[in-house]
């Protein structure tokens, strides 16, 4: 390495964001530094004379930062060339210069199809690195059959009479989906787009910084840009399965939530964006960034119709009176008075006076009468106007107007104010949609630490009341601990869960399976829940997802080879690699480190095989049972 090199390096190696435990140079986390003119950064290349001298012009005095060829050389092969950057670059993967092509700007970078969810890659348990191991990007002309539909399989249905395998599906059937969120939803576009009343998501957040509090059991480390792309891909899927007049209710934190509102305008359209609903999640907090606790998330709510429609509401008890003088014909009180002053309705600026008493009520000069000095007799006639005296049961100083039971819209639901999920939130005691509410009912199921920061059950319970109807069909595919389908379950809503995490037998099949045998924790009191019900619960057919779960717990050279082996054997192979160029450089792939072949295995995957394909599920060589070929040919609607 030249010395030019070195010192570049050692400059670099004050900053400790740039370099991973293991000590390796974290060329990304670097790149993405310059070409956001870090502060930090900038001030340690300036106090370094050589890298002061390279990447500073004087313009009147002042030193400018040539970001661009800053950006080439940490991207340039020479730079601390790994022994997997030499072997990569040997299969074609730079240009003629042997220059990185993704850093040259003869390049167009589109916006990509960029999943960063592969299975395996991203619990944390697994996932010590300070970047995403397995992140790869996948330009639109390499995505042919990526989101072409899948094969279910393991088709089995959960009742109170147990479990069953089942080779049929019926429209009415709850489901949970085991397998990639992404590749799901695209299954489930082609069955019940148009069809999801009300979707909820609590997905993995995005921290400026690492830290404990993830939505699930995720790797929360994501770049900026790759967070947004792993949201625009599934929030696109899921607004063309929202049904007409559906909603969406996305649970975000605050450093995430105004990058998102930005992306989901323009997903879902700014005049579709119904409201942010704040969310108190803990009482405060004193070790805290400029002394301020920050103690709220957020839910951003979108819909997919005009404001002219009024998606949400809640249906509103009214007390009815019942009177010999309108028998048979319920009546309630409503306010009398209009919003207008005086100076806008001077004719609804008058004294009342009691047709029976004689007794006089003024009107309000900022709050006028809801009728005319003219119209008053035509209203009082009708019975529109209660008067104090007029009943001994009322109790009110003051006209007001009555409204019939029959007149009343029934189907009509009142506003939603927007912290209806919450209930008074600056009041402590009323904290019921806190994160340790969510905690405290997974720990009363499963014990403790099975699953940090769950959402409450009554959160919800309050969306799914203002947002649907009972037989309404809800979606959750970020499913984590199961809290959306169980408390679907509970208030007679059918839905879909999907999840691709191990823990999904565990934790969500586990909770519904109790729901059904009625289980009397969360909302099952407030809604009566006594048990009953069913779901089927299904997984994605793997394909290569099955060398990439291999891929991420392998240990030995051994199992390398054999992964490499069956790889190959199976010509499901990138697009991006010539089979000849890998035979002529065997031993070159041998000689890297482990992590160093299984990033290249990783590569070497055609992504658009990760799952089988409906289009291929009499394929032999995937080996799809009769039973499975059954239940998903059902399940499509194509017996």
């Not at 790869?136 to 395998?165: M, Q």
Request: aromatic share 12%; glycine share 6%.
């Amino acid at each position: 390495m030249t010395k030019f090199y070195e010192a570049v390096l050692d400059v670099l190696k004050q900053d400790n964001r740039f370099f991973s435990e293991e000590g390796i140079l974290l060329r990304n986390a670097v790149y993405e530094a310059t070409m956001q003119m870090d502060a930090q950064l900038i001030r340690l290349l300036l106090s370094n004379e050589v890298t002061k001298e390279q990447f500073f012009k004087d313009v009147d005095g002042i030193s400018v930062f040539d970001k661009v060829e800053f950006g080439w050389v940490v991207n340039n092969k020479e730079f601390l060339p790994d022994s997997y950057t030499r072997f990569k670059n040997k299969i074609g993967l730079a240009d003629d210069n042997g220059d990185i092509i993704s850093s040259k700007g003869t390049v167009e970078l589109v916006f990509p199809y960029k999943d960063c969810v592969l299975e395996g890659g991203q619990t944390k348990d697994e996932q010590k690195r300070s970047e995403i191991f397995y992140n790869e990007t996948l330009a639109p002309d390499e995505v042919d059959r990526l989101f072409y539909p899948k094969v279910l399989i393991n088709a089995k249905k959960y009742s109170l009479t147990g479990v069953e395998t089942v080779n049929t599906f019926s429209p009415n059937d709850n489901m949970i989906i085991k397998g990639n969120n992404l590749m799901a939803l695209s299954s489930l576009l082609k069955k019940y787009a148009g069809q999801v009343k009300c979707i909820y998501i609590d997905p993995p957040y995005f921290f400026r910084e690492n830290k404990a509090t993830d939505t699930f059991k995720y790797n929360s480390n994501f770049h900026l840009s790759s967070w947004l792309v792993f949201m625009k891909d599934r929030l696109s899927i899921a607004k063309k399965i929202m049904k007409p007049g559906g909603t969406i209710w996305i649970s975000i934190n605050e450093d995430g939530m105004h990058y998102l509102k930005v992306m989901a305008d323009d997903i879902f359209g700014a005049d579709h964006f119904v409201g942010t609903v704040p969310r108190r999640t803990r009482s405060g907090k004193s070790d805290v960034p400029f002394n301020f606790s920050q103690d709220f998330d957020w839910i951003l709510v979108y819909t997919n119709v005009s404001d002219n429609e009024k998606i949400v509401g809640r249906k509103v008890e009214r007390k009815y009176y019942e009177t010999p003088d309108y028998p048979g014909n319920p009546w309630r009180l409503a306010d009398l008075t209009s919003q207008q002053p005086a100076s806008k309705r001077p004719n609804s600026y008058f004294t009342m006076i009691d047709p029976k008493t004689g007794k006089e009520y003024p009107a309000s000069e900022k709050r006028t009468w809801a009728v005319t000095k003219d119209t008053f007799e035509y209203y009082y006639n009708l019975g529109a106007i209660v008067f104090p005296d007029d009943y001994e049961f009322l109790n009110i100083s003051k006209p007001y107007a009555r409204k019939f039971k029959s007149d009343d819209n029934s189907g009509k639901l009142s506003a939603v104010i927007s912290d209806v999920l919450i209930q008074d939130f600056l009041k402590e005691l009323l904290c019921d949609c806190k994160n340790m509410d969510g905690n405290s009912q997974i720990d009363d199921l499963f014990g403790r630490d099975e699953f940090d920061y769950a959402k409450p059950e009554n959160l919800i319970k309050n969306i799914l009341e203002v947002s649907t109807e009972e037989g309404d069909l809800v979606m959750d595919f970020f499913l984590g601990s199961g809290t959306t389908c169980a408390v679907a379950h509970k208030m007679n809503r059918r839905y879909i869960g999907v999840d691709q995490m191990d823990y999904i037998e565990r934790l969500a099949v586990e909770r519904i399976k109790k729901v059904i045998d009625g289980e009397n924790g969360g909302i099952s009191a407030d809604v009566d829940w006594q048990g009953g019900g069913s779901f089927i619960y299904c997984e994605l057919a793997k394909a290569n997802q099955n060398f990439v779960d291999e891929i991420q717990t392998a240990t030995t050279i051994d199992e390398i080879k054999d992964i490499y082996d069956r790889i190959i054997a199976t010509g499901f192979i990138s697009s991006k690699v010539n089979p000849k160029d890998i035979d002529a450089n065997v031993d070159d792939f041998y000689s890297l480190s482990i992590d160093d072949q299984k990033r290249f295995l990783m590569e070497l995957l055609d992504k658009n095989l990760l799952y089988v394909n409906y289009c291929d599920i009499d394929d032999e060589e995937y080996g799809i049972s009769e039973d499975d070929k059954a239940f998903t040919r059902s399940f499509y609607g194509e017996v």
